[in-house]
């Protein structure tokens, strides 16, 4: 979101060069610039061994299941907002929580944070946003979530799963 007025005076914003970023809306009442804002979401891949934990949620797809996702709150480090989500959603505790990577997810404006979360808990507990959730094994999980072309985040770090377990397999043989 670009700012046209100034969120804390209501002022009208000038453009103005700012640095190296080139030129910015700022506020000449309150002297400073406004960034374009974006919310960060994270999102999460929760598995136990071989399999991964797909959820289904009517409000966001009907079609495909999802991953653990929340958008992050001010104060709030990604690492703590991923274990909070994955507790409030599904009611597990992870033992491991890996960052993998970051993503724009230009479909909705957001910057996602990905994780990959291990946990040796197999029950659930889901909040009212969850539908269903199933541990589905890692090889049939790419078929289930939104897939990868979309810009899909999702299917991002299933594949990334897929990838890390199969070459751990091989490397087992
Ligand atoms: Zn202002």
């Known amino acids: 979101m670009r700012f046209t007025y100034c969120p804390d005076c209501g002022e009208k914003l000038i453009m103005k060069e700012i640095g190296d970023e080139g030129e910015i ?30 959820l289904s949620q009517s409000y966001i797809s009907t079609q495909y299941r999802n991953l653990v996702s929340g ?45 990959m979360g291990e946990t040796s808990q197999t029950e659930v507990k889901l909040s009212p946003e969850v539908d269903r959730a199933e541990w589905v094994h890692y090889d049939k999980a790419s078929a289930l979530v939104h897939p990868k072309g979309g810009g899909s985040v999702s299917a991002i770090l299933v594949e990334e799963n897929y990838k890390r377990i199969t070459e751990n397999k091989t490397k087992q043989v």
């Open 71 to 115: 958008y992050m709150k001010p104060g709030e480090s990604a690492e703590a907002c991923a274990m909070r989500e994955v507790e409030e959603e599904v009611g597990v505790k992870l033992d491991k929580l890996e960052i993998i990577g970051t993503y724009w997810f230009s479909k909705k404006g957001l910057l996602m944070i990905g994780f």
């Open 25 to 54: 809306p700022y506020c000449n009442n309150c002297k400073k610039p406004l960034f374009d804002m974006f919310s960060t979401c994270i999102i999460v891949l929760v598995k136990n061994r071989d399999n991964v934990l797909l």
